[in-house]
């Protein structure tokens, strides 16, 4: 499976801006620019799309590891703090903080933070991102 996504840049990196488009039209010609990246201007930046990723794709994981070991959620919300800092003459994402809070009937803290601990290691995003991944996952009763 391939999945595809088209940015557009026109002009210098602090003055110029670009469009982000992906195959499923979910973004379609979505701004980016230095101020949608460090400032605080209405668009997108490569980050918070990472975010978005790491997000959705250890919570479907954590959906499925869940579903394997015969638990049902209700509800399970997660937040990914991606951290981008400076690294020489060029930025890095140093780390992805994956904040979890998940009401699931009938399972211990024990129990879940396992099962959590594995969707976060079999994300693919968490395997795709070279930066130090951590995990708070918070079971709600």
Known sequence: ?????????NGTGRDGDGHLSSESGV????PYSFKTRFEKEKGTNPEELIAA????CFTMALAFGLQLAGFTPTELVTEAAVTLEPDGKGFKIS??????HAKVPN???VGFARIA????KNCPVSKVLNAAITLDANLIA
């Open 1 to 9: 499976m391939i999945r595809k996504a088209k940015a557009v840049w």
């Open 27 to 30: 973004l379609a010609n979505t």
């Open 53 to 56: 990723a790491h997000a959705g």
């Open 95 to 100: 780390s992805s903080a994956l904040t979890l």
């Open 107 to 109: 399972l211990d803290q």
């Open 117 to 120: 601990g594995e969707a976060e």
